[in-house]
Every structure is written in C-alpha cells, then in structure tokens.
C-alpha cells in the first residue's frame, strides 16, 4: 500500500511539473497570416509584383495592400484587396510597374487583420527593385610550395 501511494505521489508531481513548464518539443506560435513578396523582372523597365498572402486562422476580415514608392508608376493591376481568408487560403495580388530608371525602388506589402475584440494586426514586407548586385567575394589563391621552399600562388577563376 505504502509502495501505491509513492507511485501515485511521483505521478502527480510529474503532471503537476509537465502542466507548468511547457516541454521543448512544444509549436512556436505563428502570426495569423503570412506574407511575402516577389518580383519578376520584364522588358523595357517594367517588373510583375506578387504579393501573397497566406492565412494562418480564419480572418473574417483582412486589408491587403502594396504601397509604390515615387517613381514606380502602375501599369496594371489592383494595389489593394480586402474580404475573408480561411486558414490555409492564400491571396495573391500581381501587379505590373514601370520604372524609369535603374535607381533601386523599395516597395512595401501590408496586411491590416481586424481581430474579434476590436483590436488590429499589421503584418508587412518588403522588396528592394532593382537592388544592387554585390559581387561574390574572390577565392584566395591557392598557395603551393616548390622544393626549395619557394611559394607559387595559383588563381582559379572568381
């Protein structure tokens, strides 16, 4: 009988301590929607703008918008939505700019979700056009030394 009542005593201590501390292996909560965006580059200074959109819970009501810096002129396409996501449901929105020059461009996604007790969830992104390309870092040469202690540097390509 003794033998039960420490079993039992050691049981609940192990769910009193799992209930308090929650366990490593426990889901990082994620933010209600996702978002993210993508430019494909087109001809005469024109790019197509993605914007998409992923829910992460039901959201009865969602302000989806891109915001264009001076400079960018819109081509074609919607800068806005707003309506309904379900969980899983993903939105996208294309749009098409032009821009006059080469100059780098930062263009803004944002999300404005309406929860239930009133209160507002802004989630944004946002997407350098015509960033700058940073050259890859050259290679060290390759060091090799001759018999007489002598040092050859060899270069192999970038």
């Known amino acids: 009988m003794f033998y039960h009542k420490i079993v039992l005593w050691i049981f609940a201590a192990f769910l009193f301590v799992m209930t308090i501390t929650p366990p490593a292996w426990a889901i ?39 915001e264009l810096p001076l400079g960018l002129s819109l081509v074609e396409g919607e800068e806005e939505w707003e309506g309904p996501l ?42 350098t056009l015509n960033e700058a390309k940073k050259d890859s870092p050259r290679r060290p040469p390759s060091v090799k030394r001759k018999e007489g202690g002598e040092t050859i540097l060899q270069f192999k390509g970038k």
């Not at 700019?97 to 309406?114: F, L, R």
């Open 86 to 127: 379900k969980k899983g449901e993903t939105k996208q929105i294309e749009l098409i700019v032009q821009s006059p020059n080469k100059a780098p461009h930062q263009v803004t996604g944002k999300a404005v979700i309406e929860l239930t007790a009133g209160e507002k969830f802004v989630e944004k992104a946002t997407l």
């Open 28 to 66: 990082k909560p994620r933010p209600p929607l996702q978002l993210s965006l993508q430019q494909i580059p087109l001809s005469g200074g024109q790019s197509q703008l993605m914007m998409i959109a992923r829910a992460n819970v039901d959201i009865s009501h969602v302000d989806l918008s891109l």
